[in-house]
């Protein structure tokens, strides 16, 4: 069965503090993300990545940085936590086969910044 | 750019059926897909058309029509279960891995 597990399901943090927000994949995928999801906004692209080491940018990068040394997992690291940064993390995975992109979600992180 | 629309909130019975639409503007199309989220969950996917027409997977079908730019996931029999939201998508242009994600819709079903 596909799993995608978040280290953490809520987290309350305050301003400054660095955040790590780990996420873990067991399905050998090459493709991980990490999306933001605030009521209204939908589900933003924060950072991709396509294999170890690798990463893109996404649509809402400011603030945030990634890791990605094994492949199984993915990193997103907030360097200095700001109210605005409260919010869901998502992260996601999915290989490339047969013209279709699944993407399978963690559960998610509830992020708190006091 | 790329976009898509969706009606924000849907509202039926148990029972009924609803149609939820979605429209989309992209340059290179790679097939639209639709997630399910329930109210604290993650999003999970529920279907993908690349081709025109419908697509049935027991009580959901989604249909696409590509001249129009169009598809739209259609729940039959209604249960209140199938309270969520509902998200379309579409791989980007020029980089089909990663997702263009509609707002999405909120599904109420009432008794």
């Known amino acids: 069965d596909v799993k995608v597990t978040q280290s953490s399901r809520y987290l309350v943090k305050r301003t400054g503090e660095k955040v790590f927000l780990e996420c873990v994949q067991d399905?050998?995928?090459?493709?991980m993300f990490w999306y933001r999801q605030d009521p209204g906004l939908g589900l933003r692209l924060i950072y991709f990545?396509?294999?170890?080491?690798?990463?893109e940018k996404g649509d809402i990068p400011e603030g945030y940085s990634v890791s990605r040394e094994k492949k199984e997992r993915f990193s997103l690291i907030l360097e200095s936590a700001s109210t605005n940064q409260t919010s869901m993390y998502l992260c996601?995975?999915?290989?490339?086969?047969?013209?279709?992109?699944?993407?399978?979600f963690g559960p998610g992180t509830r992020l708190l910044v006091l | 750019g790329q976009s898509l629309e969706q009606p924000s909130e849907v509202t039926a019975v148990e029972g009924a059926i609803v149609q939820i639409n979605c429209t989309y503007q992209?340059?290179?199309?790679?097939?639209l897909s639709w997630y399910q989220q329930h109210d604290g969950g993650a999003p999970t996917f529920l279907s993908y058309n690349a081709l025109d027409g419908l697509e049935e997977t027991g009580r959901f079908s989604s249909f696409l029509s590509r001249s129009d730019s169009y598809g739209y996931l259609l729940l039959q029999e209604l249960q209140m279960k199938d309270s969520a939201s509902y998200f379309c998508?579409?791989?980007?242009?020029?980089?089909?891995?990663?997702?263009?994600w509609g707002l999405g819709t909120s599904l109420a079903v009432n008794p």
């Open positions: 998508a579409v791989p980007r242009a020029g980089n089909n891995r990663k997702l263009i």
């Open positions: 399905m050998d995928h090459e493709n």
């Open positions: 990545s396509y294999d170890v080491k690798m990463k």
């Open positions: 992209t340059s290179g199309f790679y097939g």
């Open positions: 996601a995975s999915s290989s490339p086969g047969g013209g279709i992109e699944t993407q399978y």
